[in-house]
């Protein structure tokens, strides 16, 4: 029998983090473009499920609960973990989020005085904060800020020239170890992604050390398919979702329209092969309901 699957975005971002749209904006533009399951992920918060989850029962559309977690990896890697369908108000997941988040306000005070001294901009926390709707500041906040004062060109020209890795307002934080966002999701019934792993631009031993310290603390998924990779990243990522034994992820990373490059829906599907995440999440529910 052939299983023709839903169309599934499970990874994109809401103004409840560094997202363009509210979350129920977001929802209404997924299901006018096709997407049948949606997961909403923003970075380090969960406060636009709610409102999501609403729009997206009223559209007809399927809701899994989502976030991306900001993780240090071996004392120096940033990298994203997706949570899926967990429960929301599972306490440890919350306390780990608002942890993170401490971080991150610490994070923005110390980059806004780097900007403050070696770009000569005044008041850039208080800038900063206009672009920001919900209670977390991203880097990617700082970028509009930094571009609609006109201080840059283009957004990834904000990156290049302060933003990004090693630029003059770069401030390395600490975020969660691996192992704690791997619990803080698996303990709220959900399962961990790694998100866009090709964009981390590791190497492949560092790679494959990535997978298997994430598959050792019970991460069950990677993304094959993100609109932050190009196709040979997803033929190549498949391959290591096949070795590992890991389940496949697909989604857009969908911001807003100001991505000129990425529209929402239009993200190839999974490669054949790949075992689909959702099949993780309903063998999970067949493994609690037969233990109840
Ligand atoms: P943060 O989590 O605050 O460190 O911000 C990271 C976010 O910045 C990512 O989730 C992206 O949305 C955004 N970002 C990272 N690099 C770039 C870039 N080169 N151009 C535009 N946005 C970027
Ligand atoms: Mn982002
Ligand atoms: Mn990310
Ligand atoms: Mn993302």
Not at 26 to 49: P, S
Not at 204 to 226: P, W
Request: net charge negative.
């Amino acid at each position: 029998m052939s299983h023709i699957s839903k169309k599934y975005d499970l990874h994109c971002h809401s103004t409840a983090s560094d997202g363009e749209l509210r979350p129920a904006e977001l929802m209404q533009l997924a299901a006018d473009k096709g997407i049948e399951a949606i997961a909403l992920t923003d970075h380090d918060v969960t406060d636009g499920l709610k409102e999501a989850a609403e729009a997206a029962a009223g559209l007809g559309l399927e809701f899994i609960s989502g976030v991306e977690i900001s993780v240090t990896w071996r004392a120096k890697h940033l990298i994203h973990i997706v949570g899926l369908n967990f429960d929301i108000n599972n306490a440890a997941l919350q306390q780990g989020l608002s942890g993170l988040r401490q971080q991150r306000d610490a994070r923005a005070e110390e980059m806004a005085k780097r900007l403050e001294k070696k770009a000569k901009i005044d008041n850039v926390l208080e800038g900063v904060r206009q672009y920001a709707n919900g209670k977390i500041l991203s880097r990617t906040h700082f970028g509009h800020f930094l571009y609609n004062e006109g201080h840059v060109k283009t957004l990834q020209d904000a990156f290049d020239r302060y933003l990004g890795e090693g630029k003059p307002a770069y401030v390395k934080s600490e975020w969660s170890p691996l192992e704690e966002a791997v619990d803080w999701i698996t303990e709220a019934g959900g399962v961990a992604v790694i998100a866009h792993p090709a964009r981390y631009k590791l190497s492949a031993t560092k790679l494959r050390g990535l997978i298997e310290d994430f598959k050792a603390c019970g991460g069950l998924g990677i993304e094959v398919v993100s609109g932050s990779q190009n196709r040979n990243d997803s033929r190549n990522i498949a391959e290591y979702c096949k070795r590992y034994d890991m389940h496949a992820s697909i989604g857009s990373d969908y911001h807003g329209p100001s991505q000129s490059w990425l529209k929402m829906g239009a993200i190839p599907p999974l490669p054949s092969g790949c075992t689909p995440i959702w099949e993780a999440w309903n063998e999970i529910k067949a493994v609690n309901g037969s233990a109840a």
